[in-house]
């Protein structure tokens, strides 16, 4: 008997399905990196699993931006790299369906003995361009970036501040569908915030699809729908103004932080 294909919405851009994610935990109670080691060695160190994400679903379709949202340590990031492909996830699957451009732990992807010009070419060919691609990129995110001649030092004398920059400039000039963004833009002075947030509205205005960790003001100025996670599952989704007030609310008063 022949398998009956399933059809896939030409909307959905990103699609999760029953996620979960497992990491090893070790109750060590030791004093020093020596006892660990032969702790180890015999094989008497107890070892338990911390399950991050449980059973977590969902779809981002064109055009739509979306918060995830929900209080530190409850599997938000892990989420964003599991969706990037940098980590794989215990079960269930996660799909993207075009080009995405992630944004996620500052700094990761650099090389720190490259130069900033030199990690522009990497991250982009990373991502699949070309060099004539990259090329023609180029002018419009040192501008953006405003590192003047830093962009020919390497990273690794870079502040937190001007990788952010070099980070997100990349990462809003590739002709992504989707963009992953995690809390990157805490990070920089005011005037580079003010500036990104504008950047992001101007190409949420075009269409441009996002999937954002974030708090506070982005949830609402920039997103439609909000998904938010406690306790390593989703307990609401749906329009982020609505999902948000009620996240801050749970976070105000605990009890009611099961949604």
Request: charged residues 25%; glycine residues 8%.
């Amino acid at each position: 008997m022949a398998k009956q294909k399933i059809e896939h919405d030409e909307n959905c851009l990103l699609e999760v399905h029953d996620v979960t994610m497992k990491f090893t935990k070790y109750d060590v109670g030791v004093d020093s990196l020596k006892e660990l080691v032969v702790r180890a060695f015999r094989g008497d160190l107890r070892r338990e699993k911390f399950v991050c994400l449980k059973n977590v679903s969902f779809k981002v379709h064109k055009g739509e931006a979306v918060a995830v949202i929900g209080r530190n340590g409850v599997g938000k990031s892990t989420l964003l790299k599991i969706v990037s492909g940098i980590l794989r996830p215990t079960s269930g699957w996660a799909k993207c369906y075009g080009r995405i451009s992630p944004l996620l732990q500052l700094g990761a992807g650099f090389d720190g003995n490259a130069t900033g010009i030199e990690n522009i070419y990497l991250n982009a060919a990373i991502m699949g361009y070309t060099k004539k691609e990259i090329d023609a990129k180029i002018p419009e995110i040192l501008e953006f970036a405003e590192l003047g001649d830093f962009i020919y030092s390497p990273v690794k004398t870079y502040s937190s501040g001007m990788m952010a920059r070099l980070g997100f400039s990349i990462a809003i000039n590739m002709d992504a569908e989707i963009m992953l963004i995690d809390e990157i833009l805490a990070v920089g002075d005011v005037a580079f915030s003010k500036k990104c947030y504008a950047k992001l509205t101007e190409l949420r205005q075009k269409g441009l699809t996002f999937l954002i960790v974030s708090h506070g003001s982005a949830v609402k100025d920039l997103c439609d729908r909000a998904i938010w996670i406690e306790r390593g599952r989703v307990v609401a989704d749906g329009d982020a103004k609505s999902i948000f007030d009620r996240y801050t609310d749970a976070m105000i008063h605990p009890e009611k932080a099961n949604g």
